[in-house]
């Protein structure tokens, strides 16, 4: 197995953790960004009591200068980025009569913008060294819509979008380009929903129960694979079978 240096952004999230150790456990080097360094800080301290070293870099992929230069700053410390995973992502949810425009935009540039911000500056390399392994972690609300979330919905059908012609334009150059789409999955995310909203969620998944961050963090592995090297354009619905659209 070659070792491959991965950036997950958001990392510090439910997720996002899950990512990082899972791309650690399989032999590669991983960072990720934050906003906040006191609180990264003092999660990559608790990640080291667990053996895992992770490299951190300041960055806001909602911005694409602060993108850019968190990008640079993880080749700087771990060299050239093979993998990349838009993790990165946050909610703000009410229905669309009452969204401001400050709700729209937020989930848009955060969840959407931040493909563009931060793959830009990756992409190049990855081109020139004939290897990638790009993955957004798109949505299930992103399939099928949600009651309450027309701003993160349009922005996680987006990310498909940007994977399926990313897919096309970067296949000769042996870089993949995939789309997880998880369903609830019991992260601080979730647990933001009110809890009569999300027993009602709850109760239809077939699978009788939210995901777990390491059920995404598998697939993303799967996708980041040296084999998965004839897997391009794809999405993969992670959901307890709550949506099974294809
Ligand atoms: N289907 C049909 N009607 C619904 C509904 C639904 N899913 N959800 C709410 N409603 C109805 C209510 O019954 C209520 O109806 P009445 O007015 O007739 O009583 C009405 O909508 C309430 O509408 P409001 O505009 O007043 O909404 P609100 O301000 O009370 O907030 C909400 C509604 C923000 C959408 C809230 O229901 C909510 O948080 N829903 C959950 C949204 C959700 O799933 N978010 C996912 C977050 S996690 C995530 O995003 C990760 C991921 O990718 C899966
Ligand atoms: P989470 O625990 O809230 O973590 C979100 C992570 O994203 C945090 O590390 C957060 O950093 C980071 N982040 C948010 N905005 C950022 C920005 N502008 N710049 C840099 N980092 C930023 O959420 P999660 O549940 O792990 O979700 C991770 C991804 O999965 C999201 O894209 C989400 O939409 C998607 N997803 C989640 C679920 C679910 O059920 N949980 C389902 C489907 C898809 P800070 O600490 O700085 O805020």
Known sequence: ???????????????????CRHLAKLGHKVATNYRDETKARAWQEAQRKDGFEFAIAPGDVADAAAA?????????????????????????????HKMNALQWQEVINTNLG????????VIDGMRNRKWGRIVQISSINGQKG????????AAKAGMHGFTISLAQENAKFGITVNTVSPGYVGTDMVMAVPEDVRAKIVAQIPLGRLGEPDEIAYAVGFFADERANWITGANLAINGGQYMGW
Do not use: H, W
Not at 1 to 19: K, N, P, S, Y
Not at 68 to 96: C, H, S
Not at 114 to 121: A, D, E, M
């Open 1 to 19: 197995m070659t070792t491959r240096v991965a950036l997950v952004t958001g990392g510090t999230g439910g997720i996002g953790t899950a990512i």
């Open 68 to 96: 850019e230069a968190m990008v640079r700053e993880v080749e700087k410390q771990l060299g050239p980025i093979d993998i990349l995973i838009n993790n990165a992502g946050i909610t703000r949810d009410t229905t669309f």
């Open 114 to 121: 931040s493909c563009f911000n931060v793959t830009r500056p």
């Open 146 to 153: 949600q009651y309450g979330q027309a701003n993160y919905a």
